[in-house]
């Protein structure tokens, strides 16, 4: 058994940690707008958020990032979904027909849950990613990449061919040319 002291790095395998933690994360699966007003987060929802940021969960104030910062997240991420790698703005296949991703800013921890969103929370995400993963919560970036993930395979989301890719994105262009 491990000793209390040794809790916060046995939150990662203690069984009934994760059960606590894993009944908490359904919750967001529900309407979080009603839920977040009486919510506090768990010890160990505290803990992956301490670890992640390196600051306590705490204050709450915008609803997007300043643009500085969307600047600055999107160099980081070299303009590509953090969840699923796709350059936003590029085309993949959702039961065979294409479209297009777009922007989305992503609470890495979500805003029902973590009850503050200062510039440190924010991650670029496609609007697809961002639908998939909604307020669910995650104690690492490689987790949620594998959550939504095998989304995209139930959701006959594909990626496209790099060569089809280009093709299209140039047949879309002289549409928009042709379309005012
Ligand atoms: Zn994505």
């Known amino acids: 058994m491990d000793k209390p002291t040794r809790r916060a790095r046995a939150s990662q395998t203690d069984p009934e940690v ?3 933690v894993t009944e908490f994360w359904d919750t967001f699966d529900q309407p979080a707008d ?3 007003v009486e919510h506090t ?3 160990t929802v505290r803990e992956a958020y301490l ?3 390196g600051r306590p969960l705490g204050g709450a104030s915008r609803q997007f990032p300043r643009p500085v910062d969307k600047e600055r997240i999107r160099e980081r991420q070299g303009n590509r979904c953090l969840y699923c790698d796709e350059l ?3 085309l993949v296949l959702r039961r065979n027909e294409p479209i297009e991703l777009r922007t989305a800013w ?3 921890i979500p805003y029902a ?3 503050r969103n200062g510039h440190d929370n924010w991650v670029l995400a496609c609007h697809l990613c961002n639908l998939i993963k909604h307020a669910k919560m995650f104690q690492t970036v490689m987790e949620a990449q594998q959550f939504i993930q095998a989304r995209w395979v139930e959701k006959r989301i594909e990626r496209l061919d790099p060569a089809l890719q280009a093709v299209l994105m140039r047949e879309r262009m002289a549409a928009r040319e042709i379309t005012p």
Do not use: C
Request: glycine share 4%; proline share 14%.
């Open 88 to 90: 936003i703005g590029s």
């Open 18 to 20: 994760q059960r606590v």
């Open 34 to 36: 009603r839920y977040v």
């Open 51 to 53: 670890e992640i940021y």
């Open 113 to 115: 849950y973590a009850q």
């Open 41 to 43: 987060p768990p010890p």
């Open 106 to 108: 992503d609470h890495f």
